[in-house]
């Protein structure tokens, strides 16, 4: 089982990104699959989530309304649309899945991880 995330970079204030994490395996079927975020000195913090068979989803507050989380069935792939970034958006960005069906929040809840991918957000 492995994850692979993708689509990092840096960009300005106000710039968009596209991450993208792909699994092999069953990382993500049928599971929730989600987006969380570490930056330099803080805790691995929640981004996104999205159920696997009703695409039902959650957001962090820092990120709603900025944010979209969506998933390719078929591809295994699950996707983080970012719009109007700012700079406090900046972290490693980690992909990751559950055996279960609940859209949990909690990273301690996901057992299966990717490699992160790096996001900055600088003017």
């Known amino acids: 089982v492995q994850l692979q995330a993708s689509g990092g970079g840096l960009v300005q204030p106000g710039d968009s990104l596209r991450l993208s994490c792909a699994a092999s395996g069953r990382a993500f079927g049928p599971y929730p699959r989600a987006w969380f975020r570490q930056a330099p000195g803080k805790d691995r913090e929640f981004v996104a989530v999205?159920?696997?068979?009703?695409?039902?989803?959650e957001y962090a507050d820092s990120v709603k309304g900025r944010f979209t989380i969506s998933g390719d069935n078929a591809k295994s792939t699950v996707f983080l649309q970012m719009d109007s970034l700012k700079p406090e958006d900046t972290a490693v960005y980690y992909c990751?899945?559950?055996?279960?069906?609940?859209?949990?929040?909690?990273?301690?809840?996901?057992?299966?991880w990717g490699v992160g991918t790096q996001v900055t957000v600088s003017s």
């Open positions: 999205v159920g696997w068979i009703d695409s039902l989803t």
């Open positions: 990751a899945g559950r055996q279960d069906h609940t859209l949990g929040t909690r990273a301690e809840e996901y057992v299966y």
